[in-house]
């Protein structure tokens, strides 16, 4: 759900992930036969969240098709705690102008109807930057500090101070990293489940054929996990074949000269063998469709995810093949009862309790403005509200 900023946040971060990564060889292992169950489990999962909603069970690295259900009822907590009365919430976004600025600001909203107090910091989208707005919050002093797609790694000393202060910290968008030092609480955007949800989509319309490559960012240790978790539950497809997974950074995907000869190159290895490229966010899908479209390749399938409006616009033109949502505004309302619940000397919740679910956008249900009402889906802010009110 985040987009992230237009300068990638790479350094320590490329370092301790891109071993996990794998290079960009060519995968050269045949495909096996079609497992069919495999195929229909798929099939089913897409049509049930085109339109609808899935959600899964567990740890979001941990998901497989097994652990992806059909929304049917409230799959987020039931209880919180009474929040505390005139908290100060201070919030750093990975950069103002982005999703993440999108995201602080609907976290501070529900904040203030809370009657807290709030202030939104800008990350300048680099690790200096993010640093900077960490000794900003520490000099303010405030109750709880929530942070919007910042990795742990890139903040560490800001982390450390706000712990000897002991101000409780709430990462969104930001995975669990095993440092020294990491938030108090961890909120996903669904970012690696809706990553599994275009390989999904691709198994599923292959009929368990699908030949693809990952295209993909590996400067975020969030889509890190997205990309390991995604290529297993590809691997489970034993009739399809991972082409390969090309690394690029943020700053190739916002150029479109660099990206039309990325997908160019793909093209001219794999002729008629790529099918479908799966990306990590709507930064330079443009690009690749344009390049796609010069070669005369429209049959290859384009899928991103976030669902981003320009996206969903293009999915709905039928120029992009598919774009995956989670539910827009709930991981705010997340990470305020995780602050909810620090501060009152609770435990938070584990991440895999938030319970947010995703949704499908294909060329049948994709609005063509790209808007899409997220409250209709499930009235979520209700539900928080209740919860709140109603805690002793």
Same mark, same amino acid.
Request: aromatic share 8%; proline share 4%.
């Given at each position: 759900?985040?987009?992230?900023?237009?300068?990638?946040?790479?350094?320590?971060?490329?370092?301790?992930?891109?071993?996990?990564?794998?290079?960009?060889?060519?995968?050269?292992?045949?495909?096996?036969?079609?497992?069919?169950?495999?195929?229909?489990?798929?099939?089913?999962?897409?049509?049930?969240?085109?339109?609808?909603?899935?959600?899964?069970?567990?740890?979001?690295?941990?998901?497989?098709?097994?652990?992806?259900?059909?929304?049917?009822?409230?799959?987020?907590?039931?209880?919180?705690? $009474? &929040?505390? *009365?005139?908290?100060? !919430?201070? =919030?750093?976004?990975?950069? #103002?102008?982005?999703?993440?600025? +999108?995201?602080? /600001?609907?976290?501070?909203?529900?904040?203030?109807?809370?009657?807290?107090?709030?202030?939104?910091?800008?990350?300048?989208?680099?690790?200096?930057?993010?640093?900077?707005?960490?000794?900003?919050?520490?000099?303010? $002093? &405030?109750? *709880?500090?929530?942070? !919007?797609? =910042?990795?742990?790694?890139? #903040?560490?000393?800001?982390?450390? +101070?706000?712990? /000897?202060?002991?101000?409780?910290?709430?990462?969104?968008?930001?995975?669990?990293?095993?440092?020294?030092?990491?938030?108090?609480?961890?909120?996903?955007?669904?970012?690696?489940?809706?990553?599994?949800?275009?390989?999904?989509?691709?198994?599923?319309?292959?009929?368990?054929?699908?030949?693809?490559?990952?295209?993909?960012?590996?400067?975020?240790?969030?889509?890190?996990?997205?990309?390991?978790?995604?290529?297993?539950?590809?691997?489970?497809?034993?009739?399809?074949?991972?082409?390969?997974?090309?690394?690029?950074?943020?700053?190739?995907?916002?150029?479109?000269?660099?990206?039309?000869?990325?997908?160019?190159?793909?093209?001219?290895?794999?002729?008629?063998?790529?099918?479908?490229?799966?990306?990590?966010?709507?930064?330079?899908?443009?690009?690749?469709?344009?390049?796609?479209?010069?070669?005369?390749?429209?049959?290859?399938?384009?899928?991103?995810?976030?669902?981003?409006?320009?996206?969903?616009?293009?999915?709905?033109?039928?120029?992009?093949?598919?774009?995956?949502?989670?539910?827009?505004?709930?991981?705010?309302?997340?990470?305020?009862?995780?602050?909810?619940?620090?501060?009152?000397?609770?435990?938070?919740?584990?991440?895999?309790?938030?319970?947010?679910?995703?949704?499908?956008?294909?060329?049948?249900?994709?609005?063509?403005?790209?808007?899409?009402?997220?409250?209709?889906?499930?009235?979520?802010?209700?539900?928080?509200?209740?919860?709140?009110?109603?805690?002793?």
């Amino acid at each position: 759900m985040i987009r992230l900023p237009a300068v990638a946040a790479l350094g320590a971060a490329l370092l301790l992930t891109v071993a996990a990564c794998g290079d960009n060889s060519s995968a050269g292992e045949s495909p096996g036969p079609v497992n069919d169950t495999y195929t229909q489990q798929a099939a089913d999962l897409i049509k049930a969240g085109t339109g609808g909603l899935l959600y899964f069970e567990g740890a979001e690295k941990d998901i497989t098709l097994d652990k992806i259900k059909v929304y049917k009822d409230w799959s987020g907590p039931t209880k919180s705690v $009474k &929040p505390v *009365a005139g908290a100060k !919430v201070d =919030i750093i976004v990975c950069k #103002v102008g982005t999703s993440c600025e +999108e995201v602080g /600001k609907k976290a501070a909203s529900i904040a203030q109807s809370l009657g807290w107090t709030t202030k939104i910091l800008d990350g300048q989208g680099a690790p200096e930057g993010f640093q900077k707005a960490f000794s900003t919050a520490a000099a303010d $002093k &405030p109750n *709880a500090v929530i942070t !919007v797609a =910042i990795p742990e790694n890139q #903040v560490a000393d800001g982390l450390a +101070e706000m712990k /000897k202060q002991k101000i409780p910290t709430v990462g969104i968008s930001a995975v669990k990293e095993g440092g020294a030092v990491g938030f108090d609480a961890n909120v996903s955007s669904r970012e690696t489940f809706q990553s599994v949800l275009e390989v999904t989509k691709a198994i599923a319309e292959s009929k368990g054929t699908a030949k693809a490559v990952f295209l993909w960012d590996v400067g975020y240790p969030h889509l890190v996990e997205a990309l390991n978790t995604s290529k297993k539950v590809f691997a489970g497809c034993t009739g399809c074949k991972l082409l390969e997974v090309r690394e690029r950074t943020l700053a190739q995907a916002t150029d479109p000269i660099e990206m039309q000869n990325i997908t160019t190159s793909l093209i001219q290895k794999y002729g008629n063998d790529l099918q479908y490229i799966f990306t990590p966010y709507g930064n330079g899908v443009e690009s690749i469709i344009a390049a796609l479209k010069a070669a005369g390749r429209t049959d290859v399938k384009v899928m991103s995810k976030n669902a981003e409006p320009e996206r969903l616009g293009s999915v709905a033109k039928g120029d992009q093949f598919a774009d995956f949502g989670a539910v827009r505004g709930w991981n705010a309302y997340a990470a305020v009862d995780q602050v909810v619940r620090l501060l009152a000397g609770q435990q938070p919740l584990p991440d895999a309790e938030q319970g947010i679910p995703a949704t499908v956008f294909d060329k049948s249900n994709a609005p063509k403005d790209g808007k899409v009402n997220w409250d209709s889906y499930v009235n979520y802010a209700e539900r928080y509200t209740q919860m709140w009110s109603s805690a002793q």
